[in-house]
């Protein structure tokens, strides 16, 4: 394999944070990422905003004391009494604050089904730990009730030492390569390729907008942007010039880019008079191939707002043939 290959496979595994490779080393991942090892999700799910929202939450994680969860010293805590005595500690007040202080950053540490939940545990445990553990007070609680078996980690954001944890741009990607390393020390093959790597352009959901979904109710970000799409097409039909939306281009330079890459990696590997490189170029191949299409959340509602509108129409214009045809029938008479 020449260096072309490798050069360009790992501009694409670095992404946004940069880290360590080497030539075997972005072999064996790419090999991973297009054999579709499983990926982890990190994700904050929000954070907490005065006394009832702690122990809202802190109810919410435990199942109001019905699960257990543990802390940074590995204690564990049950029961609805121990957990708001919990919320009750983390929320007393520690000097001056602004009334919108946050008190903690909650994340979600997740493995596709299949994955068994105590190996996510005990990733999460050693993932808190060398993160978190010297500086703050955490809890964290393993649920198992979804097809992803997931750890809710929620960190005080008050430290030891009176500094409060603020989460930078490039933070949850180094995450979620600590928590696939320590998935990968117990044994549990894991991934953290970032999602334009993977030609992933559609960003996650929040669970209150999956769940209104899931019930046939239109959020409110929905509705905005459903107005906005409308509003597009009516501007179409009177010949403007359609809005900008550079973040879209941007996207979609990106996209292009990364696809352009990967085939330009797999070429090389082709080339190679090693049997392993040309099948990495293959499965490379296959995996470009099967990569989603290059549209955004908007474009799939934009598509699906233009069908209803066509049908709709079409409707109307049935509707406007049967009311002539029974003019006629009636003429006739």
Request: glycine fraction near 8%; proline fraction near 4%; aromatic fraction near 4%.
């Given at each position: 394999?020449?260096?072309?290959?490798?050069d360009t496979?790992?501009?694409?595994?670095?992404?946004?944070?940069?880290?360590?490779?080497?030539?075997?080393?972005?072999l064996?991942?790419?090999?991973?990422?297009?054999?579709?090892?499983?990926?982890?999700?990190?994700?904050?799910?929000?954070?907490?905003?005065?006394a009832?929202?702690?122990?809202?939450?802190?109810?919410?994680?435990?199942?109001?004391?019905?699960?257990?969860?543990?802390?940074?010293?590995?204690e564990?805590?049950?029961?609805?009494?121990?957990?708001?005595?919990?919320?009750?500690?983390?929320?007393?007040?520690?000097?001056?604050?602004?009334?919108?202080?946050?008190?903690?950053?909650?994340?979600?540490?997740?493995?596709?089904?299949?994955?068994?939940?105590?190996?996510?545990?005990?990733?999460?445990?050693a993932?808190?730990?060398?993160?978190?553990?010297?500086?703050?007070?955490?809890?964290?609680?393993?649920?198992?009730?979804?097809d992803?078996?997931?750890?809710?980690?929620?960190?005080?954001?008050?430290?030891?030492?009176?500094?409060?944890?603020?989460?930078?741009?490039?933070d949850?990607?180094?995450?979620?390569?600590?928590?696939?390393?320590?998935?990968?020390?117990?044994?549990?093959?894991?991934e953290?390729?970032?999602?334009?790597?993977?030609?992933?352009?559609?960003?996650?959901?929040?669970?209150?907008?999956?769940?209104?979904?899931?019930?046939?109710?239109?959020?409110?970000?929905?509705?905005?942007?459903?107005?906005?799409?409308?509003?597009?097409?009516?501007?179409?039909?009177?010949?403007?010039?359609?809005?900008?939306?550079?973040?879209?281009?941007?996207?979609?330079?990106?996209?292009?880019?990364?696809?352009?890459?990967?085939?330009?990696?797999?070429?090389?590997?082709?080339?190679?008079?090693?049997?392993?490189?040309?099948?990495?170029?293959?499965?490379?191949?296959?995996?470009?191939?099967?990569?989603?299409?290059?549209?955004?959340?908007?474009?799939?509602?934009?598509?699906?707002?233009a069908?209803?509108?066509?049908?709709?129409?079409?409707?109307?214009?049935?509707?406007?043939?049967?009311?002539?045809?029974?003019?006629?029938?009636?003429?006739?008479?």
């Amino acid at each position: 394999m020449g260096s072309l290959a490798n050069d360009t496979i790992s501009d694409l595994l670095d992404g946004d944070v940069k880290t360590k490779a080497n030539k075997t080393g972005n072999l064996s991942r790419a090999k991973r990422i297009a054999d579709r090892a499983p990926e982890v999700m990190v994700k904050i799910s929000g954070n907490t905003k005065g006394a009832g929202h702690v122990q809202a939450h802190l109810d919410y994680i435990s199942r109001n004391g019905k699960l257990e969860i543990e802390d940074e010293r590995g204690e564990t805590l049950k029961g609805k009494t121990a957990v708001r005595a919990l919320a009750k500690d983390w929320s007393q007040d520690q000097g001056k604050r602004r009334k919108n202080t946050r008190e903690t950053t909650n994340i979600v540490l997740s493995m596709p089904d299949g994955t068994e939940p105590k190996a996510v545990k005990n990733a999460a445990r050693a993932f808190a730990k060398n993160q978190f553990g010297k500086n703050h007070q955490y809890v964290m609680a393993l649920h198992t009730d979804t097809d992803s078996p997931h750890v809710h980690l929620t960190v005080k954001n008050l430290g030891y030492d009176g500094r409060r944890l603020h989460v930078k741009k490039g933070d949850p990607q180094i995450w979620r390569e600590s928590f696939a390393a320590e998935l990968e020390r117990l044994g549990v093959e894991a991934e953290a390729t970032p999602r334009a790597t993977r030609g992933v352009i559609k960003k996650g959901i929040s669970q209150a907008i999956k769940h209104m979904r899931d019930k046939g109710m239109t959020p409110a970000v929905d509705q905005a942007k459903i107005r906005e799409i409308i509003e597009d097409f009516s501007a179409e039909r009177a010949g403007k010039e359609p809005r900008p939306r550079p973040w879209e281009d941007k996207i979609k330079d990106r996209q292009t880019y990364v696809r352009k890459a990967w085939l330009t990696a797999a070429k090389d590997l082709n080339q190679s008079d090693n049997a392993e490189d040309r099948e990495l170029g293959q499965s490379i191949a296959t995996f470009v191939k099967d990569m989603p299409p290059m549209k955004t959340e908007r474009h799939e509602l934009q598509e699906k707002v233009a069908a209803q509108l066509q049908q709709r129409g079409s409707g109307q214009r049935g509707g406007e043939k049967g009311r002539g045809q029974d003019q006629e029938q009636e003429d006739e008479r």
